[in-house]
Structure formats: structure tokens, C-alpha cells
């Protein structure tokens, strides 16, 4: 299964919350999970993170990602 995305997504997360990011790619709601994962061909499930700050971060969307959730650059090194 191929990643629709290429590129990270920024999204504004609340310190304390619980987030839940899309490693599968067929989520209708990226980069975070609405669950797609379980009637799918596909063994990725979701990964939750708590962040410590309230900021905007970049979430990883291509699923290549060293450092899941969020975008480690490794997106740019892949062929489009
Ligand atoms: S979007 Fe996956 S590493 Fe950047």
C-alpha cells in the first residue's frame, strides 16, 4: 500500500491531550486517525501521543517517518 502524502502536515496540538496520528495513510481525517485502519487491508494502526507543549507541529503524512508522529525529514528523500 502506497502513502497518498508527501509531505508533513501542521496541526495545532493542546499540551495534556491525547492525539492519535494516521501511520496506515487512509484516514479522512490527516494526519491523526478516524479509525479507516480497521476495516482495511492493512496491519499499521494508529499511534497515540500526549504532547507536553501546546504548539503547532508538523505531523509526518508519507508513514516513513523516523521519529512517528512527526515529520523527520525523511519524506524529502523518497520518489515521487
Ligand atoms: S512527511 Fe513523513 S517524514 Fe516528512
Redesign the pocket.
Known sequence: MT?K?????KIDVTAGETYSWCSCGLSGEMPLCDGTHKTAETDKRSLKFVPEETKTV??????????AP???????K?LS
Open positions: 502513502q502524502y508527501n509531505a508533513p502536515m508538523y505531523l509526518c503524512a508519507c508513514g516513513k517517518t523516523g521519529n512527526y515529520c523527520d525529514g525523511t519524506h524529502s523518497l
